[in-house]
């Protein structure tokens, strides 16, 4: 709930001074929201949430109070159109960073990797690129309600992560931890 309410709101800051250039403006907003948001469901929902909410207010501006007599009728179909694109542009990049990016972070007891994964077999894939899991131990599962948290010990450090289905993927939590 707290990267939705984030990603709103910084979808929102960005697109109230952005939105107005057509096309460039809503590609930053769908940045912004997908790398605030994170999670996949949620950024996308949010693109949605802000490019409609913009689109309706910068289409009303520019119908009703921006009057330009040499473009006549012309001037609301090109807002239209760019809202659409723009708007398009927005929940599409919105949807690709949290699914295409990796994550990282470093806390006090080690390092914190969040990506997503299209099945299991990419996630072992993708297990490989930081550890040699030939020297891990075999995997220790817990499955819970609605995930399965996963711990592996290494020399000197600990690999625990939790694997959560998200729409058509897997979201991962990736904790590296010294033993």
Do not use: H
């Not at 109230?16 to 907003?29: A, N, Q």
């Not at 006549?72 to 694109?85: E, H, I, S």
């Not at 020399?155 to 289905?165: A, W």
């Amino acid at each position: 709930m707290e990267f939705q309410l984030r990603a709103l709101r910084n979808g929102f800051l960005a697109g109230v001074f952005l939105w107005w250039f057509p096309l460039v403006g809503p590609s930053i907003t769908g940045l912004v929201i997908g790398f605030t948001s994170r999670r996949n469901p949620t950024s996308w929902l949010s693109a949605a949430l802000v490019s409609v909410t913009l689109s309706i207010f910068t289409t009303l501006v520019y119908v009703y109070i921006v009057k330009i007599p040499l473009l006549g009728n012309f001037l609301p179909f090109v807002v239209v159109l760019f809202n659409a694109l723009g708007s398009s542009i927005c929940v599409s990049l919105a949807y690709l960073i949290p699914r295409r990016a990796t994550f990282s972070s470093i806390t006090p007891t080690g390092v914190v990797t969040e990506f997503y994964v299209s099945n299991l077999e990419e996630l072992e894939m993708v297990l490989s690129n930081y550890v040699d899991l030939s020297t891990c131990s075999q995997p220790r599962y817990t499955m819970k309600e609605d995930r399965m948290e996963v711990k592996r010990s290494c020399q000197g450090f600990e690999l625990s992560y939790q694997v959560t289905r998200e729409g058509s993927g897997y979201r991962v939590k990736l904790s590296v931890s010294p033993s």
